[in-house]
């Protein structure tokens, strides 16, 4: 199921005690004590429950201890030699929040560099976590269960659709620039990305800033 957390966090939030949910939508750990019918027992069985015939396994998810094993990161700033300007440059954008444009010579670390941006950002808070996740589980791309507890480093190719990045399309999903939400949007080769993509983003900045 998609937008599992978002569901379950508004339903905490309006009184809900308890949600039934696809087993695979729960952590790894916690499934192995949650309910263990397949699909098709699984109306079954949640109808007898709903009835009070039958108990479902309950299942709950240490939201806490899920963040706390997946807030590190693989990277790190501090592997960078040398390009004392460049880190500089890229500690005062992190520090202001501004967007940077890096131009230098192929295998200089351009790439290298943009990777390690995210690692020099404050820790992601439980709440900006939620927040992230949120997105991410709407838009589908993580997998069943999981919590976006690191800042998001998004690095689309520049083939990219306008809708792809800022969002849209016909079945509305959020882009890239939301994807990145509490993190960093990384556009490589940027002048091979398509110029009304270029323009929306541009627009979208102006509008949001
Ligand atoms: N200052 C540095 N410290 C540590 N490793 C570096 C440094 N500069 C370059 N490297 C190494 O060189 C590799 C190539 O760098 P990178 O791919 O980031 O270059 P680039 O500037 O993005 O090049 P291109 O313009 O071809 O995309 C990196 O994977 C990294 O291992
Ligand atoms: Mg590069």
């Known amino acids: 199921m998609r937008g599992a957390l978002p569901v379950a966090l508004a339903a905490r939030a309006a009184g809900v005690e308890a949600l039934i949910l696809p087993r695979e939508n729960l952590p790894r750990r916690a499934s192995s004590?949650?309910?263990a019918c397949s699909a098709p027992g699984a109306s079954r069985k949640s109808r007898s429950n709903l009835e009070g015939k039958a108990e479902l396994p309950g299942?709950?998810?240490?939201v806490a201890r899920l963040f706390a094993e997946r807030a590190k990161d693989d990277v790190d700033f501090a592997e960078v030699k040398g390009q004392a300007h460049a880190k500089r440059a890229l500690e005062v954008a992190a520090a202001g929040g501004h967007n940077i444009l890096m131009v230098g010579?192929?295998?200089s670390g351009k790439t290298m560099l943009?990777?390690?941006?995210p690692?020099?950002?404050p820790k992601m808070s439980l709440d900006e976590a939620l927040e992230?996740?949120?997105i991410h589980s709407v838009a589908g791309t993580l997998p069943l269960a999981s919590l976006v507890a690191r800042r998001p480093f998004r690095a689309p190719h520049h083939t990219i659709s306008d809708a792809g990045l800022i969002g849209g399309g016909s079945y509305p999903r959020?882009?890239?620039v939301s994807l990145a939400h509490g993190g960093v949007?990384?556009?490589?080769?940027?002048p091979e990305f398509r110029k009304n993509v270029l323009e929306v983003l541009r627009q979208r900045w102006r509008t949001a800033s």
Do not use: H, I, Q
Request: include cysteine.
């Open 185 to 190: 949007l990384f556009l490589d080769e940027l």
């Open 59 to 62: 299942a709950s998810v240490d």
């Open 33 to 35: 004590t949650a309910c």
């Open 105 to 107: 010579p192929p295998g």
């Open 174 to 176: 959020p882009g890239e």
């Open 119 to 121: 690692t020099t950002l």
């Open 132 to 134: 992230t996740t949120k």
């Open 114 to 117: 943009a990777r390690r941006l």
